[in-house]
């Protein structure tokens, strides 16, 4: 059986991701792993039952009985519960954020998610945005992105992603909880956020996506055949 090829993007949120990695996979005509929706799953299936966020057990039951698919289009990811279920939206609000970096910090529930995101490598390819894609769950992949960006913007960024759905929110609240996940993802003994030693880290603080994805493409170009 031949090597599937995985191209890994990891880094914090508000820093492109997300669009980089449908573009790519589009582009490439690859499938696609959203790891951070896995774990905001879980979250949003813990706060729907009242799951205790130190109930480690039953945190690791959630992840590791997940069916969770991703419809992709046009750059865009729908996340699918349960093959019926669109949970895009539940699971994209702060509340829901914010539990999901709690619940992964238990050792057993990344455990519990190994496997399931490992079963997304399949041919022709895939690509896969996360934290820990390209240091824990990929660490074969072909081509490692980092991208980073300073807090401030990746604050500003989210700020008006959420106001432009209508949402109520405080910048300087959104600021300290971004730096607060920072913290706690960067310094967990378990898969700390951190680049691949051979990762590519590229810094989007003053790029705007475009720019992102035509940087990226080019690495691409250099390891994989782009259409």
């Known amino acids: 059986m031949p090597e ?24 490439l005509g690859w499938h696609r792993l959203d790891s951070g929706a896995l ?8 706060l729907s039952r009242g799951v205790a966020l130190e109930n480690d057990a039953e945190l690791a039951q959630i992840a590791s ?16 519960l349960d093959g019926n279920q669109d949970v895009s939206g ?26 399931l995101q490992r079963q997304f490598r399949q041919m022709p390819g895939l690509v896969a945005d996360g934290r820990d ?26 700020y008006k992603q959420l106001k432009d759905k209508g949402n ?4 300087a609240r959104l600021s300290a909880e971004i730096k607060e996940r ?18 590519i880290v590229i810094d989007t603080s003053e790029l705007n996506i ?4 035509s940087r990226v493409a080019a690495e691409v170009e250099k390891v994989f055949r782009l259409p």
């Open 90 to 115: 539940a699971i994209r609000t702060e509340t829901c954020g914010n539990t999901a970096s709690q619940a992964a910090a238990h050792k057993a529930v990344r455990q519990a998610l190994l496997q």
């Open 4 to 27: 599937i090829p995985v191209i890994t993007i990891d880094g914090p949120s508000g820093t492109g991701k997300g669009v980089l990695c449908g573009y790519l996979a589009d582009r």
């Open 133 to 158: 894609m390209g240091t824990v769950v990929f660490p074969d992949a072909g081509l490692k992105i980092f991208l980073t960006a300073s807090p401030e913007v990746r604050a500003d960024r989210r």
């Open 39 to 46: 774990y905001r799953v879980v979250a949003h299936v813990a």
């Open 65 to 80: 009985s997940l069916d969770v698919s991703f419809k992709q289009g046009r750059g865009e990811s729908r996340v699918i």
């Open 168 to 171: 109520s929110v405080n910048l």
């Open 182 to 199: 920072d913290a706690r993802d960067a310094g967990r003994s378990i898969s700390p956020l951190i680049p691949a030693p051979d990762a």
């Open 210 to 213: 475009d720019e992102v994805c």
